[in-house]
């Protein structure tokens, strides 16, 4: 079974604090991606890797920043947190290539910015 | 711009009810897939349709794929209070489009 893990299920931090978001996957997946959810919005692509040290932006880039030194761990950063970040972050993996572009999620970090 | 719509946005049955949501397109997806949501959680892979036309059955679930591949459904045959949850449809080569989901609330 893939297993993906988030450093936290619930983070509080104050307006201006620099946020970090850890995710971890187990089955050596290529491709990592993160994700927030908000009611009504469902899921928004924020930032994906498909390779170490590779980023792309997804799109609602703008406030976050990522980083995948490894092939297994993939963070998001949060470099001045604000209210507006205020939402579910969920972090995925998937196998690059083939024909079917599954994606296995993690737990999900609830982010309140206050 | 590849969409995916989702209906219907929500839906709220009684236990052993049945139920059909739907995932529609206008554009082709080579495979779709389903996920389920419960409150707090990540999504998990239900299932990926792959084969215009194609039928799957999953104990109570039954996903079907259109056969030009441009929309899926999901029946679910006398729901219970554990089916609760977010369902997703997704589509798409390498970053998946999803979209919003059915909340769907089945009480006992």
């Known amino acids: 079974d893939v297993k993906v893990t988030q450093s936290s299920r619930y983070l509080v931090k104050r307006t201006g604090e620099k946020v970090f978001l850890e995710c971890v996957q187990d089955?050596?997946?290529?491709?990592m991606f993160w994700y927030r959810q908000d009611p009504g919005l469902g899921l928004r692509l924020i930032y994906f890797?498909?390779?170490?040290?590779?980023?792309e932006k997804g799109d609602i880039p703008e406030g976050y920043s990522v980083s995948r030194e490894k092939k297994e761990r993939f963070s998001l950063i949060l470099e001045s947190a604000s209210t507006n970040q205020t939402s579910m972050y969920l972090c995925?993996?998937?196998?690059?290539?083939?024909?079917?572009?599954?994606?296995?999620f993690g737990p999900g970090t609830r982010l309140t910015v206050t | 711009t590849q969409l995916l719509e989702q209906s219907p946005q929500f839906l709220s049955i009684q236990e052993g009810e049945n139920l059909t949501v739907y995932c529609n397109s206008s554009?082709?997806?080579?495979?779709l897939q389903w996920y389920r949501q419960e409150p707090g959680e990540g999504p998990v892979l239900l299932v990926t349709?792959?084969?215009?036309?194609e039928v799957k059955k999953l104990k109570r679930l039954t996903f079907q794929f259109g056969d030009a591949r441009k929309d899926s459904s999901l029946h679910i045959t006398a729901a219970q209070p554990g089916d609760t949850g977010l369902y997703l449809c997704?589509?798409?080569?390498?970053?998946?489009?999803f979209g919003k989901g059915t909340k769907l609330s089945v009480k006992p």
């Open positions: 089955m050596d997946h290529e491709n």
């Open positions: 997704a589509g798409g080569l390498g970053n998946l489009i």
């Open positions: 349709v792959v084969t215009g036309g």
């Open positions: 995925a993996s998937s196998l690059l290539g083939g024909d079917l572009y599954e994606q296995y």
């Open positions: 554009s082709v997806f080579s495979s």
């Open positions: 890797s498909y390779d170490v040290k590779m980023k």
